[in-house]
């Protein structure tokens, strides 16, 4: 069973790029999905985006015009390309998956990692 480790994080100037990765689950490959996943401190954990194993896309509404989710299945990678980022995009960050649930639920993801934290100065 794959752990999922994410890592890129870091800080970053405002209008910055940086871009996560984490372990692809085996999940992606056969017939579950994974996402990346944010959570700021006293708030509720948000889907960012979600790929499934069909290649099928959802990305929250926030984030979908400059956030962008990849599998490179040969090096088996899942990516969270992130781009003129933003104060407001610091966060925690975290990759999950799940063994048959596609969507933006927070709450049907069965597995995750640790998360990495994104900072974002004005």
């Known amino acids: 069973h794959v752990q999922l480790v994410e890592s890129g994080g870091g800080s970053v100037q405002s209008g910055g790029s940086l871009t996560l990765s984490c372990p692809a689950s085996?999940?992606?490959?056969?017939?579950?999905?994974m996402g990346w996943f944010r959570q700021v401190p006293g708030e509720e954990r948000e889907a960012v985006g979600v790929?499934?194993?069909?290649?099928?896309?959802l990305y929250g509404q926030a984030w979908k015009d400059r956030f962008n989710i990849s599998l490179d299945t040969a090096n088996k990678k899942f990516y969270l390309q992130m781009t003129d980022l933003k104060p407001e995009d610091s966060a925690m960050y975290y990759c999950a998956a799940d063994s048959i649930f596609f969507g933006l639920d927070v709450d049907e993801y069965n597995d995750w990692g640790q998360g990495t934290q994104v900072t974002v100065s004005a």
């Open positions: 085996e999940y992606i490959f056969t017939t579950g999905s």
């Open positions: 790929l499934d194993n069909d290649g099928s896309f």
